[in-house]
């Protein structure tokens, strides 16, 4: 949308946001803010970095108490969302580009960058429709919301979704270590979600990857960092997508405040490994040519 569309909002939304050294997290806060002014228009928003002495709680209530024009506030990243929290500020917030959880964040508002189910399942059917079985491992203290909407989704998508539940990385290890013994061939699929806790990304994603290889099973992912290390595929945010999300969250929250809300991630790109899925008889040519935004393992043995 072109800011000549923007929508019609009185006053501003303060858009607080970490200033990261690596040029590459830099460009990602970039993307989404420029998503958020594409919607708003460019005269509708104020931001504030959080770097060196602007970084303290303390710092940031005093710059919000100066924009008198704020109605809302959007915060990037878990370091802005937790100063924002500190700074006992009133004004209406959403948040984005962290993975929030209805289990450990009941009060926020905002967009997890944990991906809708559905978008992963519907991705899943398209490249291996032969797919019966979804298991997955999770931490109910955190992912019970994200799991309950698995489960709503998978029956449409014509899926039997097996959940596995562990609290800590050492279980997670040992569960994640029985359940490859057990995953089928061309029957079974197995979903990395977004929780590093549970997952050792040293040794045991190198193992997951390699038996899926060796035992011919997909391993699909909320990240792209897998797919570039062998999953199947993953699906990520679209970053300028998503900030036009956060503004329209922010916008509709104080034109119709309502109880805060945690969506899933559903503006996603799509990334996929072709050299795991020619293995696996995918052709990646027809309706799934421009299907996938990035391709990872170009070149095939």
Same mark, same amino acid.
């Given at each position: 949308?072109?800011?000549?569309?923007?929508?019609?909002?009185?006053?501003?939304?303060?858009?607080?946001?970490?200033?990261?050294?690596?040029?590459?997290?830099?460009?990602?806060?970039?993307?989404?803010?420029? *998503?958020?002014?594409?919607?708003?228009?460019?005269?509708?928003?104020?931001?504030?970095?959080?770097?060196?002495?602007?970084?303290?709680?303390?710092?940031?209530?005093?710059?919000?108490?100066?924009?008198?024009?704020?109605?809302?506030?959007?915060?990037?990243?878990?370091?802005?969302?937790?100063?924002?929290?500190?700074? /006992?500020?009133?004004?209406?917030?959403?948040? /984005?580009?962290? @993975?929030?959880?209805?289990?450990?964040?009941?009060?926020?508002?905002?967009?997890?960058?944990?991906?809708?189910?559905? $978008?992963?399942?519907?991705?899943?059917?398209?490249?291996?429709?032969?797919?019966?079985?979804?298991?997955?491992?999770?931490?109910?203290?955190?992912?019970?919301?994200?799991?309950?909407?698995?489960?709503?989704?998978?029956?449409?998508?014509? $899926?039997?979704?097996?959940?596995?539940?562990?609290?800590?990385?050492?279980?997670?290890?040992?569960?994640?270590?029985?359940?490859?013994?057990?995953? %089928?061939?061309?029957? @079974?699929?197995?979903?990395?979600?977004?929780?590093?806790?549970?997952?050792?990304?040293?040794?045991?994603?190198?193992?997951?990857?390699?038996?899926?290889?060796?035992?011919?099973?997909?391993?699909?992912?909320?990240?792209?960092?897998?797919?570039? $290390?062998?999953?199947?595929?993953?699906?990520?945010? @679209?970053?300028?997508?998503? *900030?036009?999300?956060?503004?329209?969250?922010?916008?509709?929250?104080?034109?119709?405040?309502? @109880?805060?809300?945690? %969506?899933?991630?559903?503006?996603?790109?799509?990334?996929?490994?072709?050299?795991?899925?020619?293995?696996? /008889?995918?052709?990646?040519? *027809?309706?799934?040519?421009?299907?996938?935004?990035?391709?990872? /393992?170009?070149?095939?043995?």
């Amino acid at each position: 949308m072109a800011w000549g569309q923007a929508v019609a909002f009185q006053g501003t939304v303060a858009v607080v946001y970490p200033e990261p050294d690596e040029p590459a997290y830099r460009a990602v806060f970039e993307s989404v803010i420029q *998503g958020i002014r594409r919607r708003l228009g460019p005269r509708e928003i104020q931001t504030y970095a959080l770097a060196g002495a602007t970084k303290t709680p303390a710092a940031l209530k005093a710059w919000l108490a100066k924009q008198t024009s704020a109605r809302a506030v959007i915060t990037l990243g878990r370091e802005a969302y937790e100063a924002y929290q500190a700074a /006992g500020v009133t004004l209406p917030a959403v948040s /984005g580009l962290l @993975d929030l959880s209805l289990q450990l964040n009941p009060t926020a508002n905002g967009i997890s960058l944990s991906v809708d189910p559905a $978008l992963l399942f519907e991705t899943l059917k398209r490249v291996l429709p032969g797919t019966r079985r979804v298991h997955v491992l999770y931490n109910p203290a955190k992912d019970q919301w994200l799991i309950d909407l698995a489960r709503q989704a998978a029956p449409r998508y014509h $899926l039997e979704l097996i959940a596995h539940e562990a609290s800590d990385l050492a279980a997670g290890t040992q569960r994640y270590l029985e359940l490859l013994k057990h995953l %089928e061939a061309g029957r @079974d699929a197995l979903w990395l979600p977004l929780d590093s806790t549970l997952l050792e990304e040293d040794t045991v994603l190198p193992l997951i990857i390699e038996e899926s290889w060796n035992r011919r099973f997909a391993v699909f992912s909320n990240s792209l960092a897998h797919a570039r $290390l062998g999953a199947l595929f993953a699906l990520y945010p @679209d970053n300028e997508a998503l *900030g036009r999300r956060l503004a329209e969250k922010a916008i509709g929250g104080v034109d119709h405040p309502r @109880d805060p809300t945690i %969506e899933p991630l559903r503006d996603v790109k799509r990334a996929i490994h072709r050299r795991f899925a020619e293995h696996l /008889g995918i052709d990646l040519g *027809g309706p799934l040519r421009t299907y996938f935004d990035t391709v990872f /393992g170009a070149h095939a043995d």
